[in-house]
């Protein structure tokens, strides 16, 4: 009944490869000597070529930041009780801790549960944390297949036997620049200091280019 | 023969006297449990919060006000190797004796199905744990921004 892409995990554990060999290029790398919390993935992925609906706007939404800026995206859900308010709270704590110049920062969260995320309840998430916020839905399940292969994002929501909404889904926050590079992936759990250092040396990497 | 009789009842005696002084507060106590705000129309929430437990025992059941949600349940998030999270029902919680067990975003929490209103940043609701030792233990839980 519901939209089940399976073979995820495959998709995943491919990621896992190579997000371990970005972080031995990090390692080995990095002019600056700055080494990001995040996971720098090599090369790093674009999305440049994504678009999916922008629920306000009605227009297709274009996976790039404004020139200079950077454009955060989530895939998650809203009736997701833990992980995803957790990841938007701790960007939100970063983006405020930044200051000013986070509004160089663009925010997106896209649904992967489109049945149960009406355009108004999802709406209504994504403002809850971030007031200025893209709230990306599409009921094209093909498409929104399609969005996520090269952000390397998985799900998978199945109904089970009591009628309750499983969901399985990858939990990361990708950092895309201007030309719709994933600049940076991090995974659950990454604390909000690191994500605001990491912001900052992305923006500040930006504005000197 | 008198005195093996008395012995058990006067055992039964004391512990009927523990467990009446000792009830939720000596033996379990439950710290700073707090919730997120929800969205208009969100249907979950979560709980967390820290158990301090003076003696072992275990949690075996949640529910919370019900003028805040229809159901509440011991929840679990995990994430595997590729990064991909999951939540899994718990059927109860260990809690050692002197010692802790953490509620925290990513990890265990209360989960909250059916939502009736949205938590409200500032407001609070009652939740009841329930102990197979320590009994009922109600706390209010506050819901705020952080």
């Known amino acids: ?209 | 023969m008198p005195k093996a009789i008395r012995l058990p009842a006067l055992i039964t005696v004391l512990a009927l006297v523990g467990s009446a002084c000792g009830g939720s507060d000596e033996g379990v106590s439950i710290d700073q449990p707090w919730a997120r705000p929800t969205a208009a129309a969100q249907d979950t929430g979560a709980v967390y919060f820290t158990i301090v437990a003076a003696e072992e025992d275990s949690l075996i059941g949640v529910s919370v006000s019900a003028e805040v949600a229809g159901s509440a349940a011991l929840h679990e998030t995990s994430m595997d190797a590729a990064g991909v999270m999951m939540m899994s029902m718990v059927p109860s919680i260990e809690v050692p004796a002197d010692g802790e067990v953490v509620f925290a975003p990513g990890g265990l929490h209360v989960m909250m199905r059916d939502l009736v209103e949205p938590l409200l940043d500032g407001a609070s609701f009652e939740m009841t744990l329930v102990f197979a030792q320590a009994g009922d233990i109600t706390v209010e839980v506050d819901v705020r921004d952080q």
Not at chain 1, 186 to 195: A, E, K, L, Q, V
């Open chain 1, 1 to 209: 009944m519901r939209f089940s892409r399976r073979g995820g995990f495959s998709v995943g554990r491919w990621i896992t490869i190579a997000l371990g060999a970005g972080l031995v290029l990090v390692a080995c790398g990095g002019s600056e000597g700055y080494v990001p919390a995040g996971i720098v993935r090599s090369p790093a992925p674009d999305v440049s070529r994504v678009s999916l609906p922008e629920v306000t706007s009605g227009n297709d939404f274009v996976f790039r930041a404004e020139p200079g800026g950077l454009l955060v995206v989530f895939w998650g859900y809203t009736s997701c009780p833990d992980v995803c308010p957790t990841t938007l709270a701790d960007l939100r704590r970063a983006m405020r801790d930044i200051g000013e110049s986070a509004e160089a920062i663009e925010v997106a969260m896209v649904t992967i549960d489109p049945d149960r995320d009406t355009p108004e309840v999802l709406t209504a998430f994504v403002h809850v944390f971030f007031p200025d916020g893209l709230a990306i839905r599409t009921e094209d399940a093909a498409a929104l297949a399609a969005a996520a292969v090269p952000f390397g994002a998985s799900y998978e929501v199945t109904a089970n036997a009591d009628g309750l909404v499983d969901v399985l889904h990858t939990g990361f926050l990708y950092a895309i620049d201007e030309n719709g590079l994933i600049r940076l992936t991090w995974p659950f759990g990454t604390n909000s200091d690191d994500i605001r250092l990491d912001l900052e040396a992305l923006l500040k990497e930006g504005s000197n280019a």
